[in-house]
């Protein structure tokens, strides 16, 4: 398993908002811990999305490795490369319990992109996610973007 870079303050705030810790919060899950629920590992997609640019290799293999093999891409694309992540809203849960083996996590992601242009690039986006549990693992599968 990689390690988290060890420059990486582990007391600075979770880039999910979850309020907490990032050491106590994603940290756990980038690093190979199962996440128990649907939004958890949902949260820490979005955290991995955030932290791209500070090691896309680490972050890139999170996200690839969360995703159901069946849906994944060859190569863990961003949504938006080149965006900074700024907020993630969860809107709405359903399902994605420790004891289920389906979910559904319904959120806004907000970002900056410098490279959109005159609008400086502010935008929103809004899922409907679709998770899986599998050998006590959540898998991300796909998504209504709307
Ligand atoms: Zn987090």
């Known amino acids: 398993?990689?390690?988290?870079?060890?420059?990486?303050?582990?007391?600075?705030?979770?880039?999910?908002?979850?309020g907490d810790t990032?050491?106590?919060?994603?940290?756990?899950?980038?690093?190979?811990?199962?996440?128990?629920?649907?939004?958890a590992l949902m949260r820490s997609r979005y955290s991995a999305n955030a932290l791209m640019s500070e090691d896309p290799g680490f972050f890139?293999?999170?996200?690839?490795?969360?995703?159901?093999?069946?849906?994944?891409?060859?190569l863990a694309v961003l949504s938006r490369?080149?965006?900074?992540?700024?907020?993630?809203?969860?809107?709405?849960?359903?399902?994605g319990g420790p004891f289920e083996t389906h979910g559904t996590v319904e959120f806004v992601a907000s970002y900056e992109d410098p490279s959109a242009g005159?609008?400086?690039?502010r935008g929103r986006h809004h899922e409907l996610s679709r998770f899986r549990r599998e050998s006590g693992q959540w898998f991300y599968i796909d998504g209504d973007v709307t």
Do not use: K, N
Request: glycine share 12%; aromatic share 8%.
């Open 22 to 39: 990032y050491a106590a919060c994603c940290r756990r899950f980038h690093a190979g811990a199962p996440a128990p629920t649907a939004e």
């Open 81 to 95: 490369p080149g965006a900074r992540w700024t907020r993630l809203a969860i809107l709405g849960v359903s399902g």
């Open 60 to 74: 890139g293999g999170y996200l690839h490795r969360s995703w159901a093999p069946e849906t994944r891409p060859a």
């Open 118 to 121: 005159q609008t400086r690039g």
């Open 1 to 18: 398993m990689t390690e988290i870079d060890p420059e990486r303050d582990p007391a600075q705030r979770c880039p999910c908002g979850s």
